[in-house]
């Protein structure tokens, strides 16, 4: 069974951009490129992850489902889903470079570190986001309507 997937005298074709990925616009430990992020973090880390994920477009109270704030990671080894979710949401709408192994083993080593980094990048690039497909319809083999008598075709408007 063969499916029709254009019609006799229509060539459509899709052009797909793909860029190469961004990279993060600081490192995991650059504190000091945002003291504020990581002032915030060291006297409330709740309400800085909170605030961020708000910023971000999640429900505020998001990160307070993480078991890092619950106490249960530590020596268990269980990496915080939310915190990985964030990182690889940001990393999507940013087209940022990197894997969801690298967002779990930097979620579960260096979890505040983690936290100010997603609170930069958002801060820095805005809640914002690139269409990058394209679609052409090329007609071909389209017939032509015979010079009828009288038919003249319009040159001036």
């Known amino acids: 069974m063969e499916a029709i997937v254009s019609q006799p005298g229509m060539v459509t074709t899709q052009t797909v951009t793909i860029s190469q990925g961004n990279r993060w616009t ?10 504020g992020i990581c002032c915030c973090a060291l006297w409330c ?15 505020f ?9 619950m106490g249960y990671v530590g020596c268990s080894g269980v990496c915080p889903p ?8 940001v990393r999507e709408r940013y087209k940022i470079q990197g894997s969801i192994c ?5 979620s579960c080593c260096c979890y505040t570190c983690t936290w100010c980094q997603l609170a930069r990048e958002i801060r820095r690039r ?6 990058t497909t394209a679609q052409t319809t090329v007609l071909t083999n389209v017939p032509l309507l015979p010079n009828a008598q009288g038919y003249t075709p319009l040159t001036e408007y």
């Open 82 to 89: 939310i915190t990985m979710a964030m990182r690889a949401g």
């Open 126 to 131: 805005g809640n914002w986001s690139q269409v």
């Open 102 to 106: 690298d967002d779990c083993v930097r």
């Open 61 to 69: 109270c998001l990160p307070l489902m993480d078991p890092t704030m």
């Open 45 to 59: 880390f709740p309400c800085m992850q909170c605030n961020t994920a708000s910023e971000f477009g999640e429900c």
């Open 26 to 35: 600081t490192d995991l430990c650059d504190c000091c490129d945002d003291c």
